[in-house]
């Protein structure tokens, strides 16, 4: 598994000592992270940082003073893409851990019961900060097709459309009510806005996005 550059691994737990080992941990196998005694001081961090370009995960106690981690989950769910982007691994104690199995079913990544292994957690970390940059490529891939789908004319919408149903360009041409040689030029101008070479490709890439 190729090691995630520029990722931030973040801690939230009320016990000093842990955000110290935990930390201590993480700088030992060059991972960079960030400590917050409370849910409520990452809550307003996250709410003023821009939208995340680079991998993140969150190392979250379940039980803490003030807000607990479980209700600190149940707000990152409220917010578009936020466990996505920052895929949840619950530090839990042996009570906890029934909690922590219905939370991973609820959308956490994972939990590691305390005390638990450096290398298991590590590794778990690692492979959360791996979804993280996953989501991230493939949502800035999204992004950059509807940016391109919104540089198409309607006319090559039109077009675009029929060519991807396998509609071969003289029925374009008769449904559209235009030349066949209009079809083409409509059809090249598709394929290098949506940086294609095919009707194939276009329509997996489509397809994969969900636009089609």
Same mark, same amino acid.
């Given at each position: 598994?190729?090691?995630?550059?520029?990722? $931030?691994?973040?801690?939230?737990?009320?016990?000093?000592?842990?955000?110290?080992?935990?930390?201590?941990?993480?700088?030992?196998?060059?991972?960079?992270?960030?400590?917050?005694?409370?849910?409520?001081?990452?809550?307003?961090?996250?709410? #003023?940082?821009?939208?995340?370009?680079?991998?993140?995960?969150?190392?979250?106690?379940?039980?803490?003073?003030?807000?607990?981690?479980?209700?600190?989950?149940?707000?990152?769910?409220?917010?578009?893409?936020?466990?996505? $982007?920052?895929?949840? /691994?619950?530090?839990? %104690?042996?009570?906890?851990?029934?909690?922590?199995?219905?939370?991973?079913?609820?959308?956490?990544?994972?939990?590691?019961?305390?005390?638990?292994?450096?290398?298991?957690?590590?590794?778990? /970390?690692?492979?959360?900060?791996?979804?993280?940059?996953?989501?991230?490529? #493939?949502?800035?891939?999204?992004?950059?097709?509807?940016?391109?789908?919104?540089?198409? $004319?309607?006319?090559?919408? %039109?077009?675009? $459309?029929?060519?991807?149903?396998?509609?071969?360009?003289?029925? /374009?041409?008769?449904?559209?009510? /235009?030349?066949?040689?209009?079809?083409?030029?409509?059809?090249?101008?598709?394929?290098?806005?949506?940086?294609?070479?095919?009707?194939?490709?276009?329509?997996?890439?489509?397809?994969?996005?969900?636009?089609?």
């Amino acid at each position: 598994m190729e090691p995630v550059t520029n990722a $931030t691994v973040y801690i939230v737990d009320d016990d000093a000592d842990v955000r110290d080992a935990l930390a201590w941990l993480l700088r030992s196998r060059r991972l960079y992270s960030e400590s917050f005694a409370c849910a409520e001081d990452f809550l307003a961090m996250l709410g #003023e940082q821009p939208v995340p370009r680079h991998p993140q995960c969150l190392l979250l106690d379940v039980r803490m003073t003030g807000m607990s981690g479980l209700s600190l989950f149940a707000q990152l769910k409220q917010m578009e893409g936020v466990i996505e $982007t920052v895929p949840v /691994i619950f530090l839990t %104690g042996h009570a906890d851990v029934p909690t922590a199995v219905q939370t991973v079913k609820q959308g956490a990544f994972d939990f590691c019961e305390k005390p638990f292994s450096d290398n298991v957690l590590v590794d778990r /970390i690692e492979q959360a900060l791996q979804q993280s940059a996953q989501y991230l490529e #493939e949502t800035a891939l999204r992004h950059a097709l509807l940016n391109r789908l919104a540089d198409l $004319t309607e006319r090559e919408r %039109g077009v675009m $459309t029929l060519v991807v149903e396998g509609v071969p360009n003289k029925l /374009i041409a008769d449904q559209l009510d /235009i030349s066949v040689r209009t079809v083409e030029v409509h059809r090249a101008r598709v394929f290098d806005k949506m940086q294609v070479k095919s009707a194939v490709e276009l329509a997996n890439v489509l397809r994969a996005h969900g636009q089609l």
